[in-house]
């Protein structure tokens, strides 16, 4: 019901979201506990919530304890470089990150993209200059009719809308029915996503020469952004850049 009439209200504007918020007050997006504005966090969720914020890898965003240069890599990045150019990331996946990532994939809180798109937007207001095209991580088609909505598609949505770029979603598409990531090891999750993603041929005229933001809820292991990289970079992109909501950190939890 609350995904709804958070439809509705979006669509209605302003004035929708506050008849919403008069029908069901206002939640905090990670605990549920009333807060003043749609779409927001308590007090408590907002000091737990572990920001990336500089200083981090410029090409994984991972955090530095301390300030080593603007252009200084993680030893991952060195080691193992990514196809993608940078990746931003609002926050650290933990329990109060996870929780929000959560309610909108399998709780139907498709609410909640509005702010955590908003947040991304920010987060990757260093890449959006060179940003041509905004491209969400496609679902298989099968379980799209299952779960009834991507969740990286309504972020993506918000993401454009903030950095004034054009969603894309059509430009990517899905061709291979995968497990879920959830799970599987680093190489099991690379294995499950290999040749799952395709540009389809009459996306190429529109996708060639450009530069795309891809986004996605949750990095782990990257396995999902590479292959989705790697299928747009064959697709004629110039380069690719990434944002999600969370990242995973090893050894802070």
Request: proline content about 6%; charged content about 25%; some cysteine.
């Amino acid at each position: 019901m609350r995904a709804f009439l958070g439809s509705l209200g979006a669509r209605l504007g302003a004035g929708g979201r506050r008849l919403l918020d008069l029908a069901m007050p206002p939640a905090c997006m990670a605990c549920g506990r009333p807060v003043a504005t749609s779409g927001a966090l308590c007090a408590a969720c907002w000091g737990r919530l572990r920001l990336i914020e500089r200083p981090f890898c410029p090409r994984l965003a991972i955090p530095f304890g301390y300030d080593i240069g603007p252009e200084a890599l993680s030893a991952e990045a060195i080691a193992d470089p990514p196809p993608f150019a940078r990746l931003r990331a609002v926050a650290v996946y933990d329990d109060v990150s996870g929780r929000i990532v959560q309610a909108l994939k399998y709780h139907d809180h498709t609410e909640l993209a509005r702010s955590m798109g908003g947040m991304m937007a920010r987060a990757a207001a260093d890449l959006a200059a060179e940003a041509d095209l905004v491209v969400p991580v496609p679902l298989h088609r099968g379980r799209l009719w299952h779960r009834r909505f991507n969740q990286s598609a309504l972020i993506a949505t918000e993401v454009a809308r903030g950095i004034g770029r054009r969603h894309a979603p059509e430009l990517v598409a899905r061709i291979k029915p995968t497990r879920r990531q959830v799970g599987l090891r680093a190489t099991e999750r690379a294995a499950n996503v290999q040749g799952a993603f395709r540009v389809p041929a009459e996306a190429r005229i529109e996708l060639a020469g450009r530069r795309v933001l891809l986004v996605d809820d949750v990095y782990t292991t990257g396995a999902t952004v590479k292959a989705v990289t790697r299928s747009l970079l064959r697709g004629g992109a110039t380069a690719v850049d990434v944002v999600v909501f969370a990242r995973v950190v090893e050894g802070l939890g």
